[in-house]
T-cell receptor, first 115, second 119 residues
Framework: DAKTTQPPSMDCAEGRAANLPCNHSTISGNEYVYWYRQIHSQGPQYIIHGLKNNETNEMASLIITEDRKSSTLILPHATLRDTAVYYCIVRVRRLGSSNTGKLIFGQGTTLQVKP | NAGVTQTPKFRILKIGQSMTLQCAQD?????MYWYRQDPGMGLKLIYYSVGAGITDKGEVPNGYNVSRSTTEDFPLRLELAAPSQTSVYFC??????????????????FGSGTQLSVL
């Protein structure tokens, strides 16, 4: 699975969009990009995932560059409750019984949303 | 649904003691995982299971054992506790449904964690 690089920390003003970047320059064609977040002392929470098209759900948007070497997670209107560590993970989505779904977490980006 | 339930929430062990961290899920998920998280670090995969009776090692399996006798439960066993095993342990589950042709197992559901200190 490809390695990812994220900035260790970022700040964002409450109500503004938070844009969290992730580099995955060694990503291969069948690897997906996943985002999870971990609010202090809690278990991680799934946010979104995608392959090459931009994705949006009720929590966030995921923008993947055309060459797929980087992506950006967008929280459109950050609130204080979005303060958390955000993990960008890249893995192969293998079909069949070997598709274990295991995810390897790095150190992530600590997002601090400020009033 | 309660989701993924971990017990205990906190535990202090002496070096050399053994214990079992319990994990149960009520979502009928076939995949289950154990992670550990050291202070200020990301999560590391210890063991995982793709179904009852099937387990496999993750990144950091040494010093741990697991079993999966039922779909619901995935206990993690520490036989001889060491200070290096002081960490927060998270259990997670996900679901793969081959008959529907849809892979759902990217979305992991996590428990609230067990904070373990070995002194």
């Amino acid at each position: 699975d490809a390695k990812t690089t994220q900035p260790p920390s970022m700040d964002c003003a409450e109500g503004r969009a938070a844009n969290l970047p992730c580099n995955h320059s060694t990503i291969s064609g069948n690897e997906y990009v996943y985002w999870y977040r971990q609010i202090h002392s809690q278990g991680p929470q799934y946010i979104i995932h995608g392959l090459k098209n931009n994705e949006t759900n009720e929590m966030a948007s995921l923008i993947i560059t055309e060459d797929r070497k980087s992506s950006t997670l967008i929280l459109p209107h950050a609130t204080l409750r979005d303060t958390a560590v955000y993990y960008c993970i890249v893995r192969v989505r293998r079909l069949g019984s070997s598709n274990t779904g295991k995810l390897i977490f790095g150190q992530g980006t600590t997002l601090q949303v400020k009033p | 649904n309660a989701g993924v339930t971990q017990t205990p929430k906190f535990r202090i062990l002496k070096i050399g003691q053994s214990m079992t961290l319990q994990c149960a899920q009520d979502m009928n998920h076939n995949y289950m995982y154990w992670y550990r998280q050291d202070p200020g670090m990301g999560l590391k995969l210890i063991y995982y299971s793709v179904g009852a009776g099937i387990t496999d090692k993750g990144e950091v399996p040494n010093g741990y054992n697991v079993s999966r006798s039922t779909t619901e439960d995935f206990p993690l066993r520490l036989e001889l506790a060491a200070p290096s095993q002081t960490s927060v342990y998270f259990c997670a589950s996900s679901h793969y449904a081959p008959r529907t042709g849809r892979v759902l197992n990217e979305k992991l559901f996590f428990g609230s964690g067990t904070q373990l200190s070995v002194l």
